[in-house]
């Protein structure tokens, strides 16, 4: 008896915490999804999914969805084609190659609400060392307001999006460069491949894996990403940077649209749900192939 | 054989305009923190300070109110890392050394809750912590900082005490060792590194929270670190710049150096526990 109960002693306050502070939650937000609940969080009768209608039908939905999208393909793409070569190059060795990683690592360890305050300044229209900087070199004529502009704010997001990214990214391309055989890339050198056809035939199919899972986990916490955005623009100017996640905190803590607001996260959690399924497939498929 | 130097300036070369962009935001904080106020507000904005005035340091640990939030930041992580390892520890021991009916379910059941972000849950919770009286409570981050990192911290150790050789326990085992003498001497010693590492990336992680602090905070003597700095830019028509930069860098400094300090365990022990 003590023996076969022990595993289930051991993960039990495991997954009691995750159903009493995780579970729950998307319990009580899926309830509410489906009944008309004044400002105050009092739910009352079933409502015929209106929630979910008023959603869908909100001027701000599409709009916002768009964003998100264009967002996290935008990062995670950016993201993605920027670290293989970085994690190529640091997969080298050469000179200062250690300060090189720990200088391309740091981002990761600076929360991104200081990195949105840190940049949000630097970006100043007037006092910001970025227009300061372009103008010295001579690259612009008039300072831009680089966050209070529509057609400019959202690409800078997107860019400090990708520089936030690349770190944990590099790491795992690099954990998947050092795992290579270097006989294999020997062999292929002496039969005349070049470098590009080693990269091409041989590194890019090896560490498939690693990107498959860089790509999945990425677009997850890029898709979810908050901080960044309402640190720095709060989805200003005229929603112009709104994604759903700050949208939806706009719609829950700001406007007391609790109906909207929880049907928006019962939406967002079945993506997610959706995507986690491909990783659990993915990371699956790669335990099989290195067993 | 290619020439060592000439290949190393040439990496340097490919690497340096990241180098530069990233460093960038860390040279404006430390201009922005040592120039005199005046020199905040000018036009054009330079780089180099007529005075290098450390004050600023001091005026703005008074002004903020940082020291109580420094205070604040440390207490929840602390408690948080602490809670999560309790708690992760023996469930990633189940999932690594046993056989049990429904270990593969617990697996995929770690996975979901590792890609849920606390942004989407973040109305349920406060909810939930509302309906428990602990909205404006520390202890209610704690809490939703344990669950957050249960299944990352879950994931990471069980695929270090998976690289642990069993026989070394088995060998106790013949040896006449208690379960709870072959964990204190034989096990936990060997598991310790993996479970420092695992800390580490949890106390990081609640450090640099926000959503869910900027959610069940109220009060500004509770706020942590990031919520103190967030709110000195936060909704005000006079951010005081110097003392802002002043501040992240005091946030920052010191995770950034432990973050460089322990780079390469750190990164290796993500590789395992990412990829295993």
């Not at chain 2, 002004?63 to 999560?84: D, E, F, K, Q």
């Not at chain 2, 708690?87 to 809750?113: C, D, H, N, S, W």
């Not at chain 2, 990192?149 to 060998?171: D, H």
Request: proline share 5%; charged share 10%; hydrophobic share 55%.
């Amino acid at each position: 008896m003590g023996r076969a109960s022990a595993p289930y002693l051991l993960i039990l306050p495991s997954i009691l915490f995750a159903f009493w502070i995780i579970g729950y939650p998307i319990y009580d937000m899926a309830n509410m999804s489906v009944h008309a609940v004044n400002r105050f969080g009092k739910t009352a009768a079933f409502n015929d999914f209106a929630n979910y209608q008023r959603l869908f039908s909100h001027q701000l939905f599409i709009g916002c969805l768009i964003r998100t999208l264009v967002w996290t393909v935008f990062v995670v793409g950016g993201t993605v084609l920027l670290s293989v070569p970085i994690a190529l190059i640091l997969n080298e060795k050469f000179f200062g190659r250690t300060l090189a990683r720990i200088i391309i690592m740091l981002p990761w360890a600076v929360s991104l609400t200081m990195t949105g305050i840190v940049w949000r300044w630097s970006l100043n229209g007037q006092f910001g060392m970025v227009n300061a900087t372009l103008s010295n070199f001579g690259l612009q004529d008039t300072p831009v307001e680089w966050l209070a502009t529509s057609t400019t704010a959202f690409p800078i997001l997107i860019a400090i999006g990708i520089l936030v990214s690349i770190p944990f990214t590099v790491t795992v391309i690099l954990g998947g460069l050092s795992s290579l055989q270097a006989d294999v890339f020997e062999a292929a050198k002496i039969d005349g491949a070049t470098a590009w056809q080693r990269f091409r035939y041989l590194t890019l199919p090896l560490i498939r894996p690693f990107l498959n899972i860089v790509l999945v986990l990425n677009f997850i916490y890029v898709f979810n990403s908050f901080p960044l955005i309402w640190v720095m623009t709060q989805g200003d100017p005229a929603n112009s940077t709104d994604i759903l996640v700050t949208w939806l905190y706009k719609l829950a803590f700001r406007y007391g649209e609790l109906g909207i607001a929880s049907a928006l996260s019962i939406v967002m959690f079945a993506i997610l749900l959706a995507l986690t399924m491909v990783y659990a497939a993915l990371a699956m498929r790669n335990e099989r192939s290195t067993a | 054989m290619e020439n060592p130097v000439r290949k190393s300036l040439l990496m340097w070369l490919f690497l340096s305009p990241l180098v530069v962009v990233i460093l960038f935001p860390f040279a404006v904080m430390v201009s922005t923190a040592v120039k005199p106020r005046v020199e905040v507000l000018m036009y054009p904005p330079s780089w180099f300070p007529s005075e290098i005035r450390l004050q600023n340091f001091i005026d703005m640990w008074q002004a903020t109110r940082l020291g109580p939030a420094v205070m604040n930041s440390l207490l929840v992580s602390i408690a948080a890392t602490v809670l999560c390892l309790l708690v992760a520890i023996p469930a990633a021991y189940a999932a690594a050394r046993m056989e049990f009916t429904g270990r593969k379910l617990f697996r995929q059941f770690l996975l979901v809750t590792q890609m849920l972000s606390p942004i989407v849950l973040v109305l349920g919770i406060f909810r939930l912590m509302a309906k428990m009286g602990f909205v404006d409570q520390l202890p209610a981050l704690v809490l939703a900082y344990v669950a957050f990192n249960l299944a990352f911290s879950v994931w990471m150790l069980q695929a270090y005490f998976q690289t642990i050789p069993k026989e070394l326990e088995e060998a106790a085992t013949l040896d006449g060792a208690s379960t709870l003498q072959r964990m204190r001497l034989i096990f936990l010693p060997l598991a310790a590194p993996a479970i420092g590492i695992t800390a580490v990336f949890i106390f990081i992680y609640c450090w640099n929270e926000f959503v869910l602090a900027m959610t069940l905070l109220r009060s500004p003597e509770k706020s942590t670190l990031t919520l103190q700095t967030f709110s000195l830019v936060g909704g005000r028509y006079q951010v005081e710049w110097d003392h802002v930069m002043a501040a992240t860098l005091v946030a920052s400094v010191p995770v950034a150096a432990i973050f460089a300090l322990l780079q390469r365990s750190l990164v290796s022990g993500l590789t395992v526990g990412a990829v295993k």
